[in-house]
């Protein structure tokens, strides 16, 4: 039968042709951990296994006449959710205003799928994947908007689900510790106009000095 991905007890089913009469076995070429098969003599068997890793499990028919034959099978255990282990930015450390497009960068700990997900960060700006498929990580554009700042730019939360090809999920996937943005880039959003005064209205007939602030 097919190679399969699986976190769950599942059902395998597969085929033998021969003009007579024959027996099956599945049986455990090699793995991390124990697999178990409901019927093991049987063409079609339930398999579940005790650890994740890969398998290679193994149909044997044999005929009336003592011939046999085999084909072997993949399978994937993965019990383990899936993670972000990490987010950085391609683009150079710097001060960015309105407009400037900022490159944000997410790394999973698997690939994984997802309908999408939104990514907020600490400027105020929002932004989302899209329809992610079976992919290891993603990357994306930020484009900063008015009176948007960030001393120090960081993704806050992200909202949505990642599901790896297991059908293992993770709703509302986190940042670890020490992984962010900011733990490996220095990128300043700064969407703020400096004020400026150029001091006050003055009637002279000779040279003055005048004073202006600015204040950012």
Same mark, same amino acid.
């Given at each position: ?8 007890? /599942? ?14 076995? @599945?049986?455990?070429? #090699? ?5 178990? /098969?409901?019927?093991?003599?049987? %063409? ?16 044997? &028919? ?5 011939? =046999?034959? $085999? ?5 994937? @255990? ?17 001060? $960015? ?6 490159? +944000?960068? %997410? ?7 997802? *309908? ?14 899209? !329809?992610?498929?079976?992919? =290891?990580? @993603?990357?994306?554009? $930020?484009?900063?908007? !008015? +009176?948007?700042? =960030? &001393? ?10 990642? *599901?790896?090809?297991?059908?293992? #999920? ?18 300043? +959003? ?15 007939? !000779?040279?003055?000095?005048? *004073? ?5």
């Amino acid at each position: 039968g097919s190679n399969q991905t699986k976190n769950a007890q /599942f059902t395998q089913t597969g085929t033998a042709i021969d003009v007579n009469a024959m027996t099956y076995q @599945w049986a455990k070429q #090699s793995g991390p951990g124990t697999v178990t /098969f409901g019927t093991a003599t049987a %063409l079609a068997t339930t398999i579940s296994a005790s650890a994740d890793g890969t398998y290679i499990i193994r149909l044997t &028919a044999t005929d009336e006449a003592g011939n =046999s034959a $085999y084909n072997d099978m993949t399978l994937t @255990w993965d019990t383990t959710s899936p993670t972000i282990t990490g987010a950085t930015s391609t683009t150079a450390d710097g001060q $960015y205003k309105a407009g400037g497009a900022i490159n +944000v960068t %997410l790394n999973f700990s698997k690939a994984v799928a997802s *309908t999408g997900l939104t990514i907020n960060l600490n400027s105020g700006a929002s932004l989302t994947t899209g !329809a992610l498929s079976i992919q =290891s990580g @993603w990357s994306g554009t $930020y484009t900063v908007g !008015a +009176v948007q700042t =960030s &001393a120090d730019l960081s993704i806050s939360t992200i909202t949505g689900t990642i *599901t790896d090809a297991a059908g293992n #999920s993770t709703s509302n996937p986190t940042i670890p510790a020490g992984q962010n943005i900011a733990d490996s880039k220095a990128i300043v +959003v700064d969407t703020t106009a400096p004020i400026v005064s150029a001091g006050s209205n003055q009637t002279k007939n !000779a040279q003055f000095t005048q *004073t202006g602030t600015a204040i950012d």
